[in-house]
């Protein structure tokens, strides 16, 4: 098969992604009967702290979608295939809903365990950074229309923004520590074995949930290039396949190649 | 050329460039000084209150200047084109970064010397108690904020909508500066409220980190 | 016993976020794919007239 007609099988939903899609479903409800029915409530916030189990796979989720910006940046910027570039955009995408979703879930939770939305707690205040970050990650992408120079850009952001939360992190939680907080924290819950292991349900179903929405993601991506090629295509004097195909797979090189590609794929057609 | 040659070019370049068009000191400099007043009057004439909150009005002041001189660094690039002879020049990329990144530190330090005085005398805040440390935390700090203008204001060459891009992009980035920076500054003036050991610290981690990364990625920003 | 209502909502806001996300993503799948087959379709009219 060709690199063009290889890239578009992938347009159309495989059962594959089906599949993942309803088995991620499964997975999330099974989580949630466990969390809401099966484990107990807590010795100390009662039935609340069920929240956490959709809080913290939300973090965790988070953070595995920045690493995975972080990682796909520097193969972007290392091979220049636009592949990388699609997977840190995608990647940054679900990991902003995630962030967006924790912040608010803790939010929520804080409110009946401190008595107020917000107190500055140092892991939601660094969420919230990181949050802002990665918005502007997704802003910089805007900013050029050019895919090579789009996602240089982005990677540039995708690289230094997850190099600086740690430090991020630990200066907000120095900043935090010199006021003690006397209500406990969002975090504290003493784990009863079948509270773990619910927890451990929730962020496995979580993470095949976020392969799910990469997968889908990347298709998505993929027919939006699809349509952008196919609009640029008669004015660059190539066919769509060709320009998606080379942009897939080339790397280096603008993408406004001379016409020579024109024939030798119109003779093979013929 | 070697690097560290080359940087200083860059540097000494940009500064000339300053002090020809005394862009920070006839504009950002007010700007922070309007700042200043602004915060004076929104915060209330509490004497007391206006004492406890000084050194964070001071830092954001600064973190402001450090975006307006670091869009500024770039500015005048673009303006006459220089940006791409700088890119055909035989100079390593890394070298621009830190020379640029000088430069700004070196304005913004300039800057901070009169922004701290105006500080003390609006919002009653005693520079004496430990003026090494102070200044440690200023010049940590700085170098961590031109670090990062350098670094992004290269995407702000960019014609379209940059405007809120780039202050959206500094300001959570430059989060440990302004907390660390912060605290060594109270901390400094009043002589009570923690080490400052650990700030300043959190300063140096930043700077390393900033400075390392930007070295590396500089030259993909510049590409095309 | 209101605490329940936070958990609700929680619980709500996360599958509402997910399947939204999921339901605009696929949205935009399609409408990119309609847009492709629309400029294709526009163009092979326009070749065709002399």
């Known amino acids: 098969m060709r690199p063009a007609e290889r890239m578009m099988g992938r347009l159309a939903a495989r059962p594959g992604e089906r599949i993942l899609g309803w088995l991620a479903m499964g997975a999330l409800a ?45 193969a972007f910027l290392k091979t220049g295939k636009i592949r990388w570039d699609r997977l840190a955009a995608s990647s940054a995408e679900i990991g902003v809903l995630f962030t967006a979703l924790t912040i608010v879930l803790g939010s929520v939770w804080g409110k009946p365990v401190w008595g107020t939305w917000w107190t500055w707690d140092p892991r939601l205040t660094t969420t919230a950074l990181m949050l802002l ?49 006397p209500s406990f924290q969002l975090g ?83 | 050329m070697t690097f560290l040659r080359q940087s200083a070019a860059v540097a000494g370049k940009d500064l000339r460039i300053e002090v ?31 004492q406890r909150t000084a050194p964070g009005l001071l830092w954001l ?47 913004l330090l300039v800057l901070e010397v009169i922004v701290m005085t105006l500080v003390s005398a609006l919002f009653s805040l005693s520079l004496g108690g430990n003026l090494p440390a102070l200044a440690a935390a200023f010049v940590l700090g700085t170098t961590g904020l031109a670090g990062v203008g350098a670094l ?13 891009v780039f202050p959206l992009l500094v300001l959570p980035l430059a989060t440990p500066v302004l907390v660390a920076g912060v605290k060594a500054t109270a901390i400094a003036t009043s002589g009570t409220g923690g080490t400052l050991g650990s700030w300043i610290g959190l300063l140096v981690a930043f700077d390393l980190m900033i400075l390392a990364a930007g070295t590396l990625v500089y030259g993909y920003l510049l590409e095309d | 016993m209101h605490d329940v209502g936070y ?22 799948g399609r409408r990119a794919r309609l847009r492709a087959a629309a400029i294709e379709a526009a163009g092979t009219r326009t070749r065709r007239r002399p």
């Not at chain 1, 970050?133 to 997850?162: E, H, M, Q, T």
């Not at chain 1, 496995?204 to 609009?231: H, I, K, Q």
């Not at chain 3, 609700?8 to 996300?21: D, E, H, I, K, S």
């Open chain 1, 30 to 74: 099974a989580a949630a009967i466990m969390a809401l029915v099966v484990a107990p409530d807590d010795a100390q916030q009662g039935t609340v702290y069920r929240l956490m189990y959709v809080h913290v796979p939300s973090a965790w989720l988070a953070y595995l979608s920045f690493f995975v910006v972080f990682v796909a940046s520097i």
């Open chain 2, 152 to 164: 992004f204001g290269a995407l702000d060459a960019s014609a379209r909508a940059r405007e809120a």
């Open chain 1, 188 to 270: 504290h819950v003493t784990m009863a074995p079948i509270m773990t292991a619910t927890l451990l349900v929730a962020v496995a179903a979580f993470t095949l949930l976020y392969v799910y929405l990469m997968s889908l993601r990347l298709r998505v991506g993929r027919l939006e290039e699809r349509a952008v090629a196919t609009a640029l295509s008669p004015r660059l004097g190539q066919r769509p396949d060709a320009l998606i195909a080379e942009m897939d797979g080339a790397g280096q090189g603008s993408v406004a190649e001379p016409a020579e590609e024109l024939e030798p794929e119109a003779t093979r057609r013929a």
């Open chain 3, 7 to 28: 958990v609700v909502a929680g619980y709500a806001l996360t599958a509402g976020a997910l399947g939204g996300y999921v339901a605009s993503l696929l949205v935009r």
């Open chain 2, 20 to 50: 020809r068009g005394r862009y920070a000191l006839g504009a950002v400099l007010p700007f922070a000084a309007t700042l200043l007043v602004a915060f004076g009057l929104s915060l209330g004439p509490d004497r007391v209150l206006l």
């Open chain 1, 133 to 181: 970050i990665y918005v502007g990650y997704l802003a910089v992408r805007k900013l050029s229309d050019n895919p090579r120079r789009r996602g240089r850009w982005a990677a540039v952001v995708g690289i230094v923004g997850f190099a600086d939360i740690p430090v991020v992190q630990l200066s907000v939680t120095w900043w935090r520590s010199l006021h003690q907080q």
């Open chain 2, 61 to 107: 002041a600064v973190l402001f200047a450090a975006v307006l001189a670091s869009r500024r660094a770039y500015e005048s690039e673009s303006e006459d084109g220089a940006l791409e002879g700088l890119l055909l020049a035989p100079v390593d990329k890394a070298a621009v970064y830190l020379g640029k990144a000088a430069a700004v530190a070196a304005q």
